[in-house]
């Protein structure tokens, strides 16, 4: 059975962190990237990062780029999302997912994605 679960949400002031972390079971963890989502209400799910299976590549969206770190390590099937200096529209509920080009290939799109988790809330108070 696949799963990837995500943990590590919560509820932060701004201008602090969180650190996300989602364990995968049930493929071959190293063979896919890994991205990180968020989607708050009212609101399209949006592509945050993604992390490329060999860790040579990262992929940032511009809203999180220079705040968020991506990373993963295989031996644990478990990937990272680092977030600094959070800000209150950070708040979404945040998702990770499997996709299966290696490289990340349109990492911003849901759709290119065979996995997801059942998500984390995070929540940034001002």
């Known amino acids: 059975e696949v799963q990837l679960v995500e943990s590590g949400g919560g509820l932060v002031k701004a201008g602090g962190s969180l650190r996300l972390s989602c364990v995968v079971s049930?493929?071959?963890?190293?063979?896919?990237?890994i991205g990180w989502f968020r989607q708050a209400p009212g609101k399209a799910r949006e592509g945050v990062s993604c992390i490329s299976n060999r860790r040579n590549g990262t992929y940032y969206g511009a809203l999180v780029k220079g705040r968020f770190t991506i990373s993963r390590d295989n031996a644990k099937n478990t990937g990272y999302l680092q977030m600094n200096s959070l800000k209150p529209e950070d708040t979404a509920v945040y998702y990770c997912?499997?996709?299966?080009?290696?490289?990340?290939?349109?990492?911003?799109?849901?759709?290119?994605?065979?996995?997801w988790g059942q998500g984390t809330q995070v929540t940034v108070s001002s």
């Open positions: 997912a499997a996709h299966s080009d290696p490289d990340c290939k349109d990492y911003y799109t849901p759709g290119e994605y065979d996995y």
């Open positions: 049930g493929f071959s963890f190293a063979d896919y990237a």
